[in-house]
């Protein structure tokens, strides 16, 4: 006949013993996995932190050479409130010339009829494609234009 009921329970328990053996040589092989990632992903964040922290340094070491650099520089030369007063002066004296040449310019333009810089000026503002001129700037130029041409014919006669 077979096995009696001991033998039997004994056998069972066997297989059990050896089944929960098995299981537990696999979950000691997954621990062993799991803290291997977990250390992989500490390493990599280690990384991560350590090449954020070189790129910090370097930026800090350049703040630092620019920082020693604008500090050896040598202060500016102080100015010369006589050098600022002449500077000043000649500037004003240009202006005046200039003012002159202006004028002498405006004359002749009268003289001969060429149409003024104000005048074409203010004809281009009008004649622009990107300008929106307002009625007022509108007549202003037609008004100039007329008395361009007016003075222009006048000129003109003049010469002949």
């Given amino acids: 006949m077979g096995l009696n ?8 328990r066997t297989k059990r013993k050896e089944e929960i053996e098995r299981l537990r040589n696999v979950v000691a ?4 996995q799991l803290a291997e990632a977990r250390r992989e992903i500490e390493i990599a964040a280690l990384q991560q932190e350590n090449a954020t922290l070189k790129i910090a340094l ?8 620019a920082t020693k650099a604008m500090a050896a520089k040598p202060a500016p030369p102080p100015i010369d409130p006589d050098e600022v007063a002449r500077l000043k002066e000649r500037n004003r004296k240009l202006w005046l010339a200039l003012r002159e040449v202006n004028k002498w310019y405006e004359g002749e333009s009268c ?4 149409m003024t810089f104000a005048t074409y000026g203010k004809l281009m503002k009008c004649l622009h494609p990107d300008s929106q001129p307002s009625d007022a ?13 007016q003075d222009g014919d006048r000129a003109r006669r003049r010469a002949h």
């Fill in 29 to 32: 092989e997954q621990s062993k």
């Fill in 58 to 65: 370097v930026d800090e070491r350049k703040q630092h050479a």
């Fill in 111 to 114: 003289r001969k009829g060429i």
């Fill in 5 to 12: 009921n001991t033998e039997r329970q004994a056998r069972w």
């Fill in 137 to 149: 700037e509108r007549s202003e130029a037609c008004a100039l234009l007329g008395q361009w041409k």
